[in-house]
Each structure stands twice: as C-alpha cells, then as structure tokens.
C-alpha cells in the first residue's frame, strides 16, 4: 500500500514489501501566531515564509495552506523542525532532498557552536571557555561564500560577546562605587540627623548636649520614660528627650530648636512641657532624703576629722531670674535686693557625698533665708544630734534646737575688729566644708544654662491640679540630672558603698 503524502512529491511507503512499518513522520506548516506578542508574531511570520519559499509550491500561499499538505521528516536533520523560537536551528526551515539547490542548507556544526556559547555564557558568567575543536568539519552548504559567512558571523558573535563582558565589569564596577558612595552619605546623614546615631559612640557630644557621662545613661533614662511619654508623629522619644535635655543643657531658642528638629514652634514647646512633667513624675524621688546610717557609713574623711559623723546636712540658697510681674504684690515678692531684681529664691541641701537630697519649693525674692528654711519643713527631717552646716544668713539656732540638733554657721565679730583664734579656726573648718554645697550649686547652674536665663511670668503658675510650678520642676529636674553625675565632693572611688 502506497501513499503521498508529502508536498514535495515523496513517494513514502508506509508499510515496505516485507509488511514491516516505516518511522515516518509528517508535519503542518507553520501558523503565523499574532496574539502573542510582537516578537513571537515576526519569527513566526518569518518562518511560514522561509517554509513556503522552500518547498517553492504555487499552490501553497502564505494566506491559505491546507491542512492535508504537509512536510515528511526526511526533509530535516533531526527528522523533525525545531523549535519556532530557535531561529539558528538548522531544522527552523525544511532544507533537505527539497528538488532544487537554491535553498542553502543550514550548518548543524555553527548552530552546536552557538548553543555552546550560550551555554557557558551563563556558566561562566560570560567568559567564554576554551573548547577543542573538531579535528575535521564536514560542511555541506551550497554556495562559493557560505564559508566566509559563517567565519564572519563567528567573528561578529565572538565580538558581540566580548563586548558584552566588558560592559558587565564596567557595570559592576559601577555598581560597587555606587553602593560605596552611598554608604558614605548615608554614614554622614546619620551623624547629622538627631537620632540614636547622633550621639552613639561620640561621648564628647554625649556630655555637650545632654550633661550626662556617658550614652548609657541617656538611654537607660530612655527607657524608664519612653512608655510615659506622648506619640508624635515627627519626633520619636528619642529625639523628645534629646529635645528636653538640649533646652535646659544649652538654653538654645525654641525657634532654633524647631529648625533643628524640623518642627512648629508650638509642637516644640508641648513636647518640652510634656516631657519635663513625665521626668519629674518617674525620677523627682531620687531627690530624697538618706537614712543616717548611709551618711554615716559613707562619711567622707574631712567630715569625720572636724564634726565626726554627726553632720546631716549642708544648706544654702540660690535665686533665678524671672520677669517683672504685672501684679504690684506679686512685684513686690519677688523683687530680690541682693540680686536688683526680680527672682525666685531656692532652698537646696546636700549631703556630706556631694548628692543633692532637698530642694525646696519656689519662694519669693524677698523671703529670707530663715523664712524659707523654717517654713519649707526641712527642719522636720532632722533628727537629734545631727549637725547642720550653714552660711551666716541662715540665723536658725532656735529653729534647730527645738529638733534637738546644732548648727554650725561662721562666727560673727560681734562688734569687736576680729576674731579670736578659736573662733577663727571653727570658722575656716566650716567654711572648708560648707563650699561644697556652693560648688553643687555651681555644678548645678553652669551644667544647666537653662537656670541662668530669666524665666518667663507663666512658668511661675501653679500646674492645673497640682501645688507645684512648671519653674520647681524644671529645678527638680535638673537636681536630679545632677545626681546622676559625679559627685562635686567625693571622686569614685574613694569612700566604701553603703548597701542598705
């Protein structure tokens, strides 16, 4: 039984004179595929022309082929065509036993050299490999110039693909400079914005903006506080306490703040509020007052040498500014003759260590040192035979002896033109050790510069719902801060521990 089947005349047995069947395949031509993209749609109208040009029917048109003429397997290499997409492909196109030699047979060996390329191309990152070449070709093309064709096209390929490599490194050299770059400016936009790298490992700048020793401490604060603390949307906790300890540290202008911060005037200074308020509400009790035997076990050298281990305390005074009031008799409290104007007068005490344990509430100016100090209700702390030092203003003999205590507060002259030696040598004895709450003092205001300048009249309010104004919190505050530093008397390191 015999059958054509083939468009180019093959007479192909589909079963041999022994009844044994033959292995032939036959196969469409191919459709133009328009509705899968451009690319798919000019190779594959590309490759129904090259079909159509090589079996060279005139009954085959591009427009209309019918599905019973097809193309056998002898025609192709493989003894079937390649894939539509693999152009370089000898079996992209019929080219054997066509009837005719105009159609150039493709080259099996250019088309295994090329998918060899692309093969290590991908390996190797696109250095091409050294590969042993076939000790013989067999070229079955037809034409005087195929070979020069393929030796350009090999050419053309070899320097499309060098270039490529060196496009990749310079793209990758690039890419590295690039990355390098911008972590550097990175880097430096992070030692310029005010967050946690600001200051981290920089503890100059620790101390200059915040007063504090070390980052630790700046975020050991951090961390009590940062739960009581309101949400905003700009600033993070961070940066709210960074804020707050950057006022009373420096005293810069809100207006120069807000720049820096990248915020209003008026977010800057609830922010500031806020924050003083949580700081005094979690931390105003490390100001307090020490059991007698922790002074006692503590007792710095020159205390016990002159007064034993009875000195309690160390008093004394301090004024800040504040603006004229427009009240006459709120003018006339806070007018301070010893400064020419108008203040709010302070009563701090410290211990023999050097740490601040009291500090009153705001007075007056006016108040004198013996008011404040007899009114305050530090006097109820004392306990019988504990030793007050005292500056010669603080005129509380009286006050003290009912709590069963002593003071100790220079000697006057009494009218005479000096002293007498006894008199003179208690006196450079109390003086040697009543400095020290002045040097607290000192420590206080110049740590803080926020206490320097002159406060404004509604800072001097009392706050909605509490006893208190936002000035004496602002001043516990900064006690506190102050407690957190070393001491001013007593360097580490030089006097035992008490582990009560």
Known sequence: ??????????????????????????????????????????????????????????????????????????????????????????????????????????????????????????????????????????????????????????????????????????????????LEENRKLKSKLDKTELNENFLKGDTEKVKYYTGFTCFAIFMSVLENVKAFLTASKKLSHFQMLLLTLMQLRLDLPVQHLSYLFNVSYKTLSSVFSDTIDVLHARFGILVHWPERHCLQATMPPQFTDTFGNRVAIIVDCFEIRTERPSNLKARAQTYSHYKGTHTMKYLIRITPQGAISFISKGWGGRASDKHITEQCGILNKLLPGDVVLADRGFDIRDAVGMMCAEVKIPAFTRGFCQLDAKDIENTRAIAHLRIHVERVIGSLRNKFKMLHTTMPIRSLLPCEGEDVTFLDKIVRVCCVLVNMCPSVVVKPGTHETCTC
């Open 1 to 178: 039984m015999v059958r054509t089947c083939c468009v180019l005349g093959c007479n192909v047995r589909s079963y041999d004179r022994h009844g044994n069947k033959v292995g032939l395949s036959f196969y469409a031509f191919p459709t133009w595929k328009q509705r899968e993209g451009a690319h798919v749609s000019d190779v594959t109208k590309r490759r129904r022309l090259a079909w159509i040009a090589a079996v060279r029917r005139a009954d085959i048109k591009f427009c209309y082929v019918s599905r019973y003429q097809l193309v056998c397997s002898r025609h192709f290499h493989s003894g079937k065509p390649a894939y539509e997409m693999d152009q370089t492909n000898p079996d992209w196109v019929p080219t054997l036993h066509m009837g005719h030699s105009e159609i150039r047979t493709s080259h099996s060996d250019r088309h295994r050299r090329r998918t060899q390329r692309q093969q290590n191309k991908v390996l190797f990152g696109g250095k091409r490999q050294p590969h042993p070449q076939p000790q013989s070709l067999i070229l079955k093309v037809t034409g005087a110039d195929a070979e020069n064709i393929d030796i350009r096209e090999k050419q053309t390929e070899d320097q499309q693909l060098t270039n490529d490599c060196v496009h990749c490194v310079q793209s990758r050299a690039e890419i590295n400079r690039l």
